[in-house]
């Protein structure tokens, strides 16, 4: 079983806001400054590998982008984040090539693992954490490189249960055995590419059910489309950004139009970002 290299274990308590809701996009405007993430908030990087950067992003225009250096070593990063009776855990991975592994867990203050995805230049499939067993177990989902990936764990302490989710996609369910967790911990053995990490979200999902009833409707038509897609969401749109396969932002508009031109784009797969003044909505649009 995997353990968490921590280098040390915060005694300070940590607080976070009442909202029930974390997000980290790496953003000037939460506090981050490119370069080493270690030491920024509340991180720890076990080496310079780690770094905000500004070369590929879904929210915003930063990341976190683990570089490649050949070493063939383990190194990790980690944060302290909150755990609530239902919780999700939700980060957009980007992989450069198939030459290292990656991992981004959740574990306990001991540093034990609870939750991992785990994608293994052993595997073409995505491979999970079993607390049930024990053990590492490889899904029926495969992976491909320079491709932003959305990777999710539900951990529901009330009824025992632990879901992993890619792409909003359950690809895994199993019985939790350890259900309180405190750290995020992403990484990687170093055998020469590297990989993004970019909207961290860690959610009370007993909340979230709670009000599901008053969430606002998102839905972008025609979809699959040929110049102009429509966006049917409730208030005002602020902005609307498009990224291609590879996570590059191709497209943006500022207009408040609750529709968009895309003519212009190449065929292809496109993730659209819509911010309104209350909610951020993504979904995946295909231009014909």
Excluded: C, H
Excluded at 27 to 42: F, I, L, M, P, R
Excluded at 104 to 133: H, I, K, R
Excluded at 146 to 160: E, G, L, S
Aim: glycine share 6%.
């Amino acid at each position: 079983m995997k353990k968490l290299l921590l280098s040390f274990i915060a005694t300070s308590a940590i607080f976070f806001s009442a909202n029930a809701q974390t997000k980290i996009s790496f953003e000037t405007s939460e506090g981050y400054t490119a370069g080493n993430v270690d030491g920024q908030k509340d991180w720890t990087a076990s080496s310079s590998y780690f770094k905000v950067s500004n070369n590929r992003a879904t929210d915003g225009t930063s990341s976190l982008y683990i570089e490649d250096d050949a070493s063939e070593e383990w190194s990790n990063a980690f944060t302290t984040i909150p755990n609530y009776s239902k919780t999700e855990v939700s980060a957009d991975v980007y992989l450069d090539g198939f030459d290292s592994d990656y991992a981004v867990g959740l574990y306990t203050e001991d540093g034990d693992v609870v939750a991992d995805f785990w994608l293994t230049y052993q595997s073409w499939n995505f491979v999970v954490y079993d607390p049930a067993q024990e053990t590492y177990v490889e899904t029926d989902l495969e992976w491909d490189s320079t491709t932003w990936y959305n990777f999710k764990t539900v951990i529901d302490k009330a009824n025992n249960t632990l879901e992993y989710y890619v792409n909003g996609n359950v690809i895994y369910s199993t019985t939790l055995t350890a259900t309180n967790f405190s750290f995020l911990d992403l990484s990687i053995e170093n055998y020469g590419s590297g990989f993004s990490v970019d909207n961290i979200q860690v959610k009370d999902a007993t909340l979230a059910v709670a009000e599901a009833g008053k969430k606002d409707i998102f839905r972008v038509y025609p979809n699959p489309t040929v110049d102009v897609v429509n966006f049917d969401v409730a208030g005002k749109i602020n902005s609307v950004e498009v990224y291609d396969a590879a996570g590059k932002l191709v497209k943006t508009s500022k207009n408040g139009e609750k529709s968009l031109n895309v003519a212009e784009l190449s065929k292809g797969n496109y993730v659209v970002k819509v911010q309104t003044e209350n909610a951020s909505y993504t979904k995946k649009v295909i231009k014909k």
